[in-house]
């Protein structure tokens, strides 16, 4: 069955660094998404991306993220330079074939951040 | 805005007991979608049920059964006979057509521990 996959599965970084957080979405999808869950706390949407560009973006997604799909298979979460507020799980997911509404959603297992 | 209330935060039962998780949900829009995700505490996140807003006919899978009440904008979610590995916590989540990027607003979770 295919899956999203994200990688890495855990990322510990220093405050301050700029990291890439990486997805690979179910091949035949269109829309991508990335979600955040701090620990013990619900899920967050972030940004939503179609046809290249991001749809929608949450507050939370400020000048410090950035997403991107620079090879029509995966698909990038930056965050440029690191506050112990990040820290959290990151999901990737993405979206039935033609993007429709209300189509569920399929996530990736997560990749857990931790700022120091 | 669109928002998902879970006010059980923390669920506790023996198992085989059944356990009624509870969802409402807040919407301006009168076409959208519900969704049912489990977090098993491996984190990642499992899709269980999509509801659309015009399929008030409550559904049945397994052990698991879903309530779709629109007058009360409720989408409770009952598991018959738990078992341990329903140990988990579990999203209710929506999505309508208010967002370009068919993104979905999580309610906090349910922490449901099913002892033995």
């Known amino acids: 069955e295919p899956e999203v996959t994200q990688t890495p599965s855990h990322q510990v970084t220093q405050m301050g660094q700029e990291v890439i957080l990486r997805c690979v979405p179910i091949?035949?999808?269109?829309?991508f998404y990335w979600y955040r869950q701090i620990l013990g706390q619900k899920v967050e949407f972030l940004v939503s991306?179609?046809?290249?560009?991001?749809?929608?973006k949450s507050e939370i997604f400020d000048d410090q993220f950035s997403v991107e799909r620079p090879d029509g298979s995966n698909f990038t979460l930056k965050i440029r330079s690191t506050k112990l507020e990040d820290s959290a799980m990151y999901f990737c997911?993405?979206?039935?074939?033609?993007?429709?509404?209300?189509?569920?959603?399929?996530f990736g297992q997560g990749t857990r951040l931790t700022v120091v | 805005a669109q928002k998902v209330t879970q006010a059980q935060t923390e669920i506790s039962v023996v198992e085989k007991e059944d356990v009624t998780l509870d969802c409402v949900y807040e919407t301006r829009d009168t076409t959208y979608y519900l969704f049912w995700y489990k977090q098993p505490p491996s984190g990642e996140l499992v899709f269980l049920i999509r509801?659309?807003?015009?399929?008030?006919q409550n559904e049945i899978s397994g052990r698991y059964s879903w309530n779709f009440q629109k007058s009360t904008s409720s989408f409770n979610f009952t598991i018959t006979a738990s078992q341990v590995v329903d140990s988990a916590v579990y999203f209710c989540a929506l999505s309508d057509l208010n967002n370009a990027g068919n993104m979905l607003t999580f309610g906090g979770g349910t922490r449901l521990m099913v002892k033995p």
């Open positions: 509801r659309n807003s015009f399929d008030e």
């Open positions: 091949s035949n999808h269109l829309y």
């Open positions: 991306f179609y046809n290249n560009e991001i749809s929608e």
């Open positions: 997911a993405s979206n039935s074939i033609l993007g429709q509404t209300g189509t569920e959603a399929f």
